[in-house]
């Protein structure tokens, strides 16, 4: 469980299209500002950046969170026309207990999900998806040194709390970051032989007393800001 059960192909050396995965529309925006991105479309360097923000639901009028929504999304993207790197971009929560404070960064190594569970051989390790991301060790490096950035694990579930049962979980493997789509949008490009990167910022910390809801509210603008100022050295770096 602690080591990833499969591995998405490489960045290739030269990336011409990204699609930039942001799950809510508080969080887009602040990007495609940093990335002149008016239109939805951006470009850095050679590379044609292309947003992509699932978007409200028509009955209750918030933004499509969690795993199904994204993963749905993305599939409905890739069906259309193929990037040559899928980016994904977002708040999540953070561990005190791993040293992580409000607005810090996090290069994600790989991701998996923490709210599956089905004891039969061979199921876990399916529903788990624990997935090596496309950067490699030494993209990983850069980038985290370039940002300021801590490198490792994000664990993706449906819910914005946590049982007791995860959080075990958490600390057994190191989580760093808790999200609510990374793994979903990682067995997507997985099936679809499309590479995968990932940059998380902080608002709240999952092991801290404080309600989940409470933090992430009151910290949205502050961490969005700092995911937007990284934007471009991020993909910047990748391509």
């Known amino acids: 469980m602690d080591r990833p059960t499969f591995a998405l192909p490489p960045i290739p050396p030269r990336v011409h299209r990204v699609l930039l995965f942001v799950a809510m529309r508080s969080e887009a925006d602040p990007i495609a500002r940093a990335l002149g991105a008016t239109d939805g479309t951006a470009r850095i360097g050679d590379a044609h950046i292309e947003l992509l923000v699932p978007g409200a639901d028509p009955v209750l009028g ?10 749905s999304a993305l599939a409905r993207a890739l069906c259309s ?3 040559d790197l899928v980016v994904n971009m977002g708040t999540c929560g953070g561990f005190e207990s791993q040293g992580l404070g409000i607005a810090d960064l996090i290069v994600v190594r790989d991701a998996m999900f ?6 039969l051989d061979g199921f876990d390790a399916l529903v788990r998806a624990h997935t090596r991301l496309s950067p490699s060790a030494s993209q990983l490096e850069a980038v985290a040194e370039r940002l300021g950035a801590r490198t490792g694990l994000a664990s993706s579930g449906s819910s914005l709390d946590a049982t007791a049962d995860e959080l075990a979980l958490f600390r057994r493997t190191h989580t760093l970051a808790k999200d609510m789509e990374l793994a979903a949008l990682a067995v997507v490009c997985r099936e679809a032989g499309v590479p995968l990167a990932a940059l998380k910022g902080v608002t709240d910390l999952v092991d801290h007393h404080e309600p989940t809801h409470e933090a992430f509210l009151r910290n949205l603008t502050r961490t969005t800001d700092r995911i937007a100022q990284s934007a471009a050295a991020f993909i910047g770096q990748l391509v």
């Open 114 to 119: 923490h709210d599956a569970r089905v004891a």
């Open 62 to 71: 918030v933004d499509r969170l969690g795993p199904v929504h994204a993963a």
């Open 81 to 83: 026309a193929r990037p």
